[in-house]
């Protein structure tokens, strides 16, 4: 698999991972139901981490995103060949995360560590999505996170993906 077509995969991926609500806005009112399988459409922004084969304004269709609800907290799941591509790069092709209202946070913390200096990094992919309806926007972070050391800022990064999508009407 080409490294564009992985990162189309991961994007698409992390931009499933968001859904949909028929209730409240971004952090206020009741918390929406967000689960469901989503079809999204990702958007390639800026390349902050350098990612290969990133290319700007590019666009990816048809991501699908499995999204499971208990209370606030969420777990989305990328299935497929998509699903293989994330874990290959952080390890997990599963988001955790929680419901506030109609937004969603995730997050994939990357388990396949590296170092430069003293700084252990990962790559983490960071959702933050906001809901209405059935419908569903937001953005998706690739990001170099570090272990805080003095050394980290030169590594730390981010690459900027932002997609819209949909689920089948309940």
Not at 30 to 55: F, H, I, K, Q
Not at 128 to 145: E, I, K, S
Not at 161 to 166: L, Q
């Amino acid at each position: 698999m080409t490294g564009s077509r992985i990162w189309g995969c991961l994007g698409v991926v992390a931009t499933v991972s968001a859904a949909c609500t028929n209730e409240g806005s971004v952090g206020v009112g009741p918390t929406a139901n967000v689960a469901g399988t989503y079809t999204l459409t990702l958007r390639y922004g800026e390349n902050g981490c350098l990612l290969d084969s990133w290319t700007e304004d590019s666009e990816l269709a048809g991501v699908v995103l499995e999204l499971e609800q208990s209370g606030v907290d969420v777990i989305g799941t990328v299935p497929g060949v998509t699903g293989a591509v994330l874990g290959l790069l952080h390890g997990s092709n599963v988001y955790e995360g929680t419901v506030e209202g109609a937004r969603v946070t995730m997050t994939i913390f990357g388990n396949r560590p590296e170092s430069s200096g003293n700084c252990v990094y990962s790559l983490n992919n960071e959702v933050d999505a906001t809901f209405d309806g059935d419908f569903v926007t937001g953005t998706l972070l690739f990001a170099r996170r570090g272990n805080g050391n003095p050394d980290c800022p030169a590594v730390e990064c981010e690459s900027v993906v932002t997609f819209n999508g949909t689920r089948p009407p309940e």
